[in-house]
């Protein structure tokens, strides 16, 4: 009666199992963003409460170091501690990386926050060179003494010139920094922080471009005085056709060496920012000229000088890098083998921009990058997760001396890969998909198969004990648990007085079971069978058909099972012939304990 | 209680565990639902079945179960193929 409340409980359980599943199956049961994709203003509530949640706490934190890292960066820098200004860089760095992931982690999309962020990765770049620039500066300095000291006048206008590149470039940094700081100040203030650092900053710079323009001033006033004492133009003059270029423009260096062999042409060394651009052939007359192409040179002040024969030095002449305008177009992104392609081309006003790098973002995260061919075009087929995705390609690039700009941005729905992959000729295409499929079906058969040939570890069944006929049986508590009365029970190894014929004349008629659990044991023994206790009279006669002791022990199993399914006493004629079968047996066997 | 009314309690209730922590974490994914069961019915078997006989009610469960490792092992592929394609 207990098998009902079980089973109605175990079937509720699996119809509610099944039940839920089945609504799931049939139509979703619980919203998720995924399931309900919504339209163009979906969004999901639970994230929207818990992003806006934690924004402003993750966010102010991050903004305030960061307005008030460079600060202290630059104050560094300013008193020429470098060690320290070594630590805040870093330090610097580290914070605005936090800001950077946080910013696509939260994916804000925030116009102003974006600003910020863009104008705090220019404040980190701009600050880095400073610190190079001011630490390289530093090192003229002492490049400067030593070679005064020895007399060196050729270094000495080395490293003078080439602290007049450094010069320029400290103050083209300091522009750049001063266009940042609108948009940093502003943030700062929106957000109601302290702008105080920020702004002590820009003083603190303007002093160091102050200093290094008075120390250069002095150092080249000096040159001119000291190096080459009394001569109003150099024997090596310098002249640049066009002061303001701008991206691919060509910057036409022309110069004369005064003295030169005319027997032999000379070669002038040309350096463009203090790094040499090249040796030039001088011209009978001894003019040259060099066409520099301006391509991967940053935006601002460029310094030129020739130098000849290690020891004769033109001036320094400038020329000056515009930023040139930018235009991204990005193509309609294709799909097409569960990847999208991306095409474009970027131009610099009417000019292809070649060998740039393009960067397509995906949601804001950077989904892969492109680089421009010669004729400014760019593709790249891109791996994107399923679903919807807001891409645009993007342009930014420090080495060419061209403003940031992105394309336009196109929203595009990647599919779920197919789950019927079998069904695609990708399997059939790939080897490889075949390959997994067929290795992991068969070692799932090889294991399934397994599973049901397994035996389970085999357990030694207990030997049967065997007494000698006449020996009195050691009758353990076990023995006496397994032995059953007389109806018939099994019965355990033990047998009394079996063997003999005595022994078995003496074996009442109550005891049949004992007489065939002693002969059953026997024979078990004797065909080395592991579960003797399970045969029936039946089998045990079946078993001894290839024995000699056939037709005795099935003339005792008949016997037995008449009389032990009779359910009447055992008459006293019939116990002589059972006990003679029973030993007639055992004697054919050997005795039980053979 | 017979072990077969246990054996079924038990199963039943491995899988409303599993499908109300699935409800719970928002996700049910009958893939994961089903290797669960299996791993349940694995060893719910193996605690119910005897050494030396093998109840009628378990005579087939051996070959549901290895139907189920078979098509666990299909699952498997199918997930490294899912992988491999991303």
Same mark, same amino acid.
């Given at each position: ?123 980190? /770049? ?14 003229? *300095? ?23 590149? +450094? ?5 083209? +940094? ?18 109601? +922080? ?5 702004? !002590? ?22 040159? *001119? ?78 310094? &030129? ?51 740039? =790098? ?23 087929? +891109? ?19 061209? /403003? ?69 049986? /050691? ?56 579960? =003797? ?14 024995? =000699? ?12 099972? !008449? ?32 | ?41 694995? &060893?719910? &078997? ?27 092992? /299909? ?12």
């Amino acid at each position: 009666m207990r098998r009902l409340p079980a089973l109605l409980v175990s079937g509720t359980l699996i119809l509610a199992c099944l039940l839920l599943i089945g609504m799931q199956a049939g139509s979703p049961l619980l919203y998720s963003p995924r399931s309900d994709p919504g339209g163009g203003d979906h969004s999901n509530p639970a994230a929207f409460d818990r992003v806006r949640g934690d924004r402003a706490a993750q966010l102010l934190p991050l903004i305030s170091d960061l307005m008030d890292s460079p600060g202290s960066l630059v104050l560094n820098i300013r008193s020429g501690d470098f060690e320290y200004a070594a630590r805040d860089l870093e330090n610097y760095r580290k914070v605005s990386r936090n800001l950077d992931s946080l910013v696509i982690n939260l994916d804000m999309t925030e116009g102003e926050l974006l600003e910020f962020r863009k104008a705090n990765q220019q404040n980190l /770049a701009i600050l880095t060179e400073l610190f190079n620039g001011t630490g390289r500066w530093n090192e003229l *300095q002492t490049l400067e003494i030593r070679y005064r000291d020895s007399g060196d006048s050729q270094m000495l206008t080395t490293i003078t010139y080439e602290g007049e590149a +450094l010069r320029r470039r400290i103050q083209d +940094l300091y522009r750049d920094y001063l266009e940042q700081d609108q948009v940093m100040r502003g943030t700062g203030e929106k957000f109601g +922080l302290d702008t105080s650092g920020y702004a !002590q900053s820009v003083v603190d710079f303007r002093e160091i471009v102050s200093r290094i323009d008075r120390e250069q001033h002095e150092k080249m006033t000096t040159l *001119q005085t000291t190096v080459t004492p009394g001569m109003d133009t150099y024997r090596l003059t310098l002249g640049i056709e066009r002061q303001r270029v701008s991206y691919l423009d060509a910057v036409n260096i022309e110069g004369l060496l005064w003295e030169h062999r005319k027997d032999r042409p000379d070669e002038v060394d040309l350096f463009i920012d203090s790094r040499k651009a090249g040796s030039i052939p001088t011209k009978p007359d001894g003019s040259f000229s060099y066409s520099h192409l301006v391509e991967h040179d940053r935006a601002g002040t460029h310094t &030129v000088f020739a130098v000849y024969s290690g020891s004769v030095f033109s001036e320094i002449r400038t020329f000056f890098v515009e930023t040139s305008e930018t235009s991204l177009e990005l193509k309609p992104p294709s799909l097409h083998d569960g990847r999208a392609g991306f095409e474009g081309v970027l131009l610099a006003g009417s000019i292809p921009v070649r060998f740039a =790098p393009i960067e397509i973002l995906a949601e804001g995260k950077r989904a892969g990058t492109a680089h421009t061919g010669e004729d400014g075009k760019f593709s790249v087929d +891109l791996k994107l997760s399923p679903g919807d995705h807001k891409v645009y390609a993007f342009f930014s690039a420090d080495t060419f001396p061209l /403003a940031p700009s992105e394309s336009a941005t196109f929203e595009i729905f990647v599919p779920e890969p197919s789950p019927d992959i079998a069904g695609e000729d990708g399997l059939l295409a790939n080897p490889l998909y075949g390959a997994i499929i067929a290795i992991s079906l068969c070692a799932s058969c090889i294991g399934a198969f397994l599973y049901l040939r397994r035996q389970r570890p085999k357990i030694t069944p207990p030997g049967p004990v065997f007494h000698l006929p006449g020996e009195r049986a /050691a009758m353990s508590a076990d023995d006496e648990e397994l032995r059953l009365s007389d109806d018939g029970g099994p019965v355990a190894g033990v047998v009394q007085a079996a063997g003999e014929a005595d022994a078995v004349d003496t074996v009442p008629v109550g005891d049949l079971s004992c007489l065939f659990s002693a002969l059953r044991l026997a024979v078990g023994r004797h065909l080395a069978f592991l579960y =003797p206790l399970s045969l029936t009279p039946r089998e045990l006669c079946a078993m001894c058909r290839e024995l =000699p002791i056939r037709a005795a022990v099935c003339r005792f199993t008949k016997i037995y099972e !008449q009389a032990q399914y009779r359910g009447a006493p055992v008459p006293d004629d019939e116990r002589d012939m059972i006990a003679g079968a029973a030993r007639s047996a055992i004697e054919g066997l050997g005795g039980v304990d053979h | 209680m017979m072990k077969k009314h246990l054996a079924i309690s038990a199963l039943a209730g491995w899988i409303l565990l599993v499908t109300g922590f699935m409800i719970l974490a928002r996700t049910l994914d009958l893939e994961i639902f089903f290797v669960l069961w299996l791993i349940g019915i694995l &060893v719910i &078997v193996e605690l119910v079945s005897d050494h030396a006989a093998t109840p009628r009610y378990l005579r087939y469960q051996r070959l549901v179960i290895a139907s189920g490792v078979i098509l666990f092992g /299909a699952i498997v592929a199918r997930k490294i193929l899912e992988i491999l394609a991303r």
